[in-house]
């Protein structure tokens, strides 16, 4: 069965460092893509960074590096030059399948915390 | 300019009540869902709707009915509330690529759900 798994419930980082939040899936399907969702105290779910099963490279966007280990079944979010503004939750999740039907299946979170 | 509304953004009501949540969106996407985060923040799918038929619908009490009048639009709503319907409700919508994997989600703000 597909799961996903986020073992950091908390994690402190200090701003300007980097700090790596980790994820772990697992799937038998050979097409997936994996996610990083982050949701502030304010509550709205914002999209981050997007990796896809197939692709070659690790994903980045701006601060945001996906660091994916295909072999390993991992996808570890990196955050560079942390900010204040980057605490909140944040949610790794996983849709499989190489149709067009298939929903997002979420980790339990990671609360990241950015000390000044 | 919204890209995913949902309205109310807080809904207080007692056991027992009907209400309904509204949700539309303006990204041109033909796929919208609804998502349940319970109170440890725990993301689940609850309906997915593609082109307004349903394509999706979870192990859901039929309490909850989903309507889909066009594409742009997703609405829940819910019947006879009980205490554990309790919950933030989030609805999200994408435009499906026959084959891909990244179908890429965005979410609106959440409505809060409190039932007396």
């Known amino acids: 069965a597909q799961k996903i798994t986020q073992t950091q419930p908390g994690m402190f980082v200090q701003e300007k460092e980097a700090v790596t939040l980790d994820c772990t899936y697992d799937?038998?399907?050979?097409?997936?893509?994996l996610f990083w969702y982050k949701q502030p105290s304010s509550g709205e779910m914002i999209f981050l960074i997007y990796q896809g099963s197939y692709d070659q490279q690790n994903a980045t966007e701006g601060r945001y590096s996906l660091n994916f280990q295909k072999a390993r079944k991992s996808a570890n979010l990196v955050i560079s030059a942390s900010q204040l503004g980057d605490s909140a939750m944040y949610f790794c999740?996983?849709?499989f399948g190489g149709g067009s039907q298939g929903n997002l299946i979420f980790g339990k979170g990671t609360k990241l915390s950015v000390k000044p | 300019d919204t890209a995913v509304s949902q309205t109310p953004k807080y809904l207080v009501t007692q056991m027992g009540n009907d209400k309904s949540i509204k949700c539309e969106q303006n990204?041109?996407?033909?796929?919208m869902y609804w998502y349940k985060q319970d109170s440890k923040k725990f993301l689940k799918i609850m309906f997915s709707?593609?082109?307004?038929?349903?394509?999706i619908n979870e192990t859901v009490p039929n309490r909850f009915s989903p309507k889909s009048p066009d594409k742009a639009h997703l609405n829940l709503h819910i019947n006879s509330l009980e205490l554990g319907d309790s919950a933030v409700y989030f609805c999200a919508s994408s435009l499906l690529t026959e084959g891909a994997a990244k179908n890429i989600q965005y979410f609106g703000a959440g409505t809060r759900l409190s039932v007396l």
């Open positions: 999740a996983m849709r």
């Open positions: 990204l041109g996407h033909d796929t």
């Open positions: 799937t038998s399907d050979p097409s997936y893509g």
């Open positions: 709707y593609n082109n307004k038929e349903l394509i």
